[in-house]
């Protein structure tokens, strides 16, 4: 039985009405999707695999979609650094080359990574779909994800929020230095004005938080994730959905996107 989903609302916005929101100086024109505030149920038809690439900038709330998606579908959510991890901790041989090149202070390279991606993949937990959380991230990736899919479905989705939004979200965050809980402040613009609500202590902004490192970051990626998102907007199954959204409606435009593709191949 295939689950019903209230109507929402999916703004398509043709590739002349909309760029992408970067610095790094390349526009990109993409369909863009929106949802209006619900509740998605748990998918109950799980005939079709469901293969999700998410790719979005620090801060979009990308790995809390992969999680809802992941336990939406009953599938995996598989991150780069999961991945990384877990090689590591399980001393293969792929495993120990990570842990050497990491040592290294090294990038992992295409070959390794997608070698990783492999071998998770072949698990037996995969064989209904999984969440693909930071791979692949350069083109030659891509091209070998596209070969491992050719039999299903690859469904990639980026979510999108401008520099200046991601710059003041990640301003409004806060780690306590007793608790170590990480929370949000409502004033962005002095770093340590509030105790923390839970045990009184200081509130203080990680140095990864500050404004002109996470414009660096942004910078990076755009110039990273620019060729990956040229690789796949012009495929059906590609979709932009607006991370500007509260969070239940960005989880509402996904659903509705992989919802139209498994049930009118």
Do not use: W
């Not at 209904?128 to 030659?140: A, E, H, Q, S, Y």
């Not at 495929?235 to 009118?264: C, W, Y």
């Amino acid at each position: 039985m295939r689950t019903l989903l209230r109507p929402i609302q999916i703004r398509m916005i043709s590739p002349m009405e909309r760029p992408c929101h970067n610095d790094g100086g390349v526009t990109v024109h993409r369909p863009l999707i929106s949802a209006p505030h619900m509740i998605v149920p748990r998918r109950t038809d799980v005939s079709t695999p469901v293969n999700v690439v998410l790719i979005g900038p620090p801060g979009c709330g990308k790995g809390t979609q992969a999680v809802r998606l992941a336990e939406r579908h009953g599938i995996p959510h598989i991150s780069t650094g999961e991945i990384l991890r877990g090689a590591v901790r399980a001393g293969s041989e792929l495993g120990r080359q990570v842990a050497d090149t990491l040592v290294k202070g090294s990038l992992v390279s295409d070959d390794l990574m997608t070698d990783l991606v492999r071998e998770r993949l072949a698990q037996p937990d995969t064989a209904r779909g999984c969440v693909l959380d930071g791979f692949p991230r350069t083109v030659v990736q891509s091209r070998v994800l596209d070969g491992m899919m050719s039999a299903v479905l690859l469904i990639v989705m980026l979510i999108d929020v401008p520099d200046a939004e991601i710059v003041r979200r990640m301003g409004t965050r806060r780690v306590c230095d007793a608790c170590r809980l990480t929370q949000s402040v409502s004033d962005a613009l002095h770093p340590d004005s509030e105790p923390c609500p839970y045990c009184g202590g200081n509130l203080v902004r990680r140095p990864d938080d500050e404004p002109e490192t996470v414009r660096h970051r942004l910078a990076t990626y755009t110039a990273s994730a620019t060729p990956v998102i040229e690789h796949y907007r012009l495929r059906p199954s590609f979709a932009i959905v607006d991370g500007r959204q509260h969070s239940d409606k960005v989880a509402a435009a996904m659903a509705a996107h992989i919802e139209s593709l498994i049930t009118n191949p």
